[in-house]
C-alpha cells in the first residue's frame, strides 16, 4: 500500500479519463478523492472536478422513512462519484461538437483545457492536469 498513490480502478487504466474532487467552495481538493501517478508512473488524475458538497438525487426521494417522514428528493454528496458526472457531462457536449473524436482526443482535450490552481505546476498528483473547464473543452472539440 501506497499512501500517496491512492488510485484504483478503473482510474488507472490506460483509455479511462481519471476525475479528482475538489471542493469548489474553498478550492482544494478532497482528502477522500485518489492522487496519482499511477504505480507505473502515468499521470492520472487528468482533471478535477467539483464532488464536495454537491446535490444530487436521491434514489429514495419521495419515499417515506421509518418515522413516515418524507426522503427529499436531492441529497448532499461529496466524493469523485460527484466529480466524475461534471466531467461526463462536458464529454457528452464534447461529442455533440465532434462525435468523431476518440477516446484519447477526449483526454488530450480535457487535458489541454483544464485550468491549473495558482501555484500548481502543470501535473499534480491531487489535481491532475488542473480543473476541468466546460467552456474550453468544447470550444477544442471543435472538427
Given at each position: 500500500f501506497d499512501p500517496?498513490?491512492?488510485?484504483?480502478?478503473?482510474?488507472?487504466?490506460?483509455?479511462?479519463v481519471a476525475v479528482g474532487n475538489y471542493d469548489h467552495v474553498t478550492e482544494?481538493?478532497?482528502?477522500?478523492?485518489?492522487?496519482?501517478?499511477?504505480?507505473?508512473?502515468?499521470?492520472?488524475?487528468?482533471?478535477?472536478?467539483?464532488?464536495?458538497?454537491?446535490?444530487?438525487s436521491n434514489s429514495l426521494g419521495g419515499q417515506l422513512d421509518a418515522d413516515d417522514n418524507p426522503i427529499p428528493?436531492?441529497?448532499?454528496?461529496?466524493?469523485?462519484?460527484?466529480?466524475?458526472p461534471h466531467v461526463s457531462g462536458m464529454i457528452a457536449l464534447m461529442f455533440e461538437r465532434n462525435p468523431g473524436l476518440t477516446s484519447e482526443q477526449v483526454r488530450k482535450i480535457l487535458i489541454a483545457s483544464a485550468v491549473p490552481p495558482t501555484g500548481i505546476t502543470p501535473f499534480e498528483p491531487a489535481w491532475g492536469f488542473g480543473k476541468a473547464d466546460a467552456f474550453a473543452a468544447v470550444e477544442l472539440s471543435a472538427p
Amino acid at each position: 500500500f501506497d499512501p500517496v498513490r491512492t488510485l484504483g480502478t478503473p482510474s488507472t487504466g490506460r483509455r479511462s479519463v481519471a476525475v479528482g474532487n475538489y471542493d469548489h467552495v474553498t478550492e482544494a481538493p478532497s482528502g477522500s478523492s485518489g492522487r496519482g501517478t499511477t504505480r507505473d508512473g502515468r499521470e492520472k488524475p487528468d482533471v478535477a472536478a467539483p464532488g464536495t458538497r454537491i446535490f444530487s438525487s436521491n434514489s429514495l426521494g419521495g419515499q417515506l422513512d421509518a418515522d413516515d417522514n418524507p426522503i427529499p428528493m436531492r441529497t448532499e454528496m461529496s466524493g469523485t462519484s460527484m466529480a466524475a458526472p461534471h466531467v461526463s457531462g462536458m464529454i457528452a457536449l464534447m461529442f455533440e461538437r465532434n462525435p468523431g473524436l476518440t477516446s484519447e482526443q477526449v483526454r488530450k482535450i480535457l487535458i489541454a483545457s483544464a485550468v491549473p490552481p495558482t501555484g500548481i505546476t502543470p501535473f499534480e498528483p491531487a489535481w491532475g492536469f488542473g480543473k476541468a473547464d466546460a467552456f474550453a473543452a468544447v470550444e477544442l472539440s471543435a472538427p
